[in-house]
């Protein structure tokens, strides 16, 4: 089954939130860093270098890797199938003027 389009505009949005929510974590993280040597604290300094690692960068990669592999075979299954019925409507022309 072909993702609808409604779909396909929702992980769009999700993919650019997340990358908004990666640049917010970014300087969330060196706003603490820097705080952190300003102040001196170890402890300032350990949240930030926890913020800047997000355990599930890899996953999120390949999730969004996957949603884009899958919009690409999509897109060609949709383009095999036009081509597919302009062959078939063809071929029954072809028939069809032949049986006359």
Not at 51 to 66: A, C, R
Not at 80 to 96: I, P, V
């Amino acid at each position: 089954h072909l993702p609808s389009l409604a779909q396909q505009g929702s992980s769009l949005a999700m993919l650019r939130s997340s990358t908004q929510n990666e640049m917010a974590q970014n300087r969330v993280a060196q706003y603490l860093s820097t705080k952190g040597r300003e102040l001196n604290s170890r402890v300032l300094s350990a949240l930030a270098f926890r913020v800047s690692s997000d355990p599930f960068v890899k996953v999120k990669k390949m999730i969004k890797d996957l949603i884009v592999r899958l919009m690409e075979e999509a897109n060609e299954e949709t383009e095999h199938k036009g081509w597919c019925d302009t062959e078939l409507s063809t071929n029954e022309q072809t028939r069809k003027e032949k049986t006359e």
